[in-house]
């Protein structure tokens, strides 16, 4: 929806995700989190990290070089939060391997979407009852995410001016208005 007003602005927009933004992300993705193995901590920190890698050196860093705006549904703020205080990574580690993929780039801005985690619990109670697809990190307590949110609230707290918190519990339409509105101040 935001690339949709940034466009009609006459923005040049490149929407992606991670993990899977590169054609060896979505299959980076697939193995990963379609998985019924039991997937090591580190196996998992560091297929993120070579996900990360590839998008930001295939597909960021030329949309940036070209001008263009990147709206990314995830970045390494996720691998911070959950495999950092999901996990219970040391932060040294993690913040090592994220320098690593990302050759230290950042975004402008970071929209936290929060909800509560009974919320969140719910919603994907009642994706899995549409038979959405569901994935591997679907399957975590109340206490991961617990973790991971927490992990997330710290980040706003210590770099206020790039990452946003956006209270989510509303309807589409007011989280996209507030959306729409901050990204509107970044872009001024």
């Not at 990360?52 to 860093?61: D, N, S, T």
């Not at 990314?72 to 999901?86: E, L, W």
């Not at 402008?108 to 509560?116: P, R, W």
């Given at each position: 929806m935001l690339a949709d007003v940034l466009r009609a602005q006459g923005h040049d927009v490149v929407t992606t995700r991670e993990p899977g933004g590169t054609p060896l992300g979505q299959a980076l993705r697939e193995?990963?989190?379609?998985?019924?193995?039991?997937?090591?901590?580190?196996?998992?920190?560091?297929a993120f990290a070579a996900d990360?890698?590839?998008?930001?050196?295939?597909?960021?860093?030329p949309a940036i070089a070209a001008g263009r705006i990147v709206v990314?549904?995830?970045?390494?703020?996720?691998?911070?939060?959950?495999?950092?205080?999901?996990r219970g990574f040391p932060k040294d580690k993690v913040n090592q391997v994220i320098e690593l993929a990302t050759g230290g780039l950042k975004p402008?801005?970071?929209?936290?979407?929060?909800?509560?985690v009974e919320t969140a619990l719910e919603r994907m109670n009642a994706r899995d009852e549409s038979q959405s697809k569901k994935?591997?990190?679907d399957e975590e307590t109340a206490e991961f995410y617990n973790r991971v949110r927490g992990a997330y609230f710290g980040i706003a707290k210590r770099e206020p001016e790039r990452f946003q918190v956006v209270e989510a519990s509303g309807s589409v339409d007011s989280i996209h208005e507030r959306v729409v509105k901050i990204v509107a101040s970044i872009l001024n």
């Open positions: 193995a990963f989190l379609e998985t019924t193995e039991t997937v090591a901590p580190m196996a998992e920190l560091l990360r890698a590839q998008h930001v050196e295939h597909l960021i860093k990314s549904d995830r970045f390494a703020d996720a691998t911070f939060a959950y495999q950092g205080a999901g402008d801005l970071t929209l936290f979407f929060d909800i509560t994935n591997r990190m």
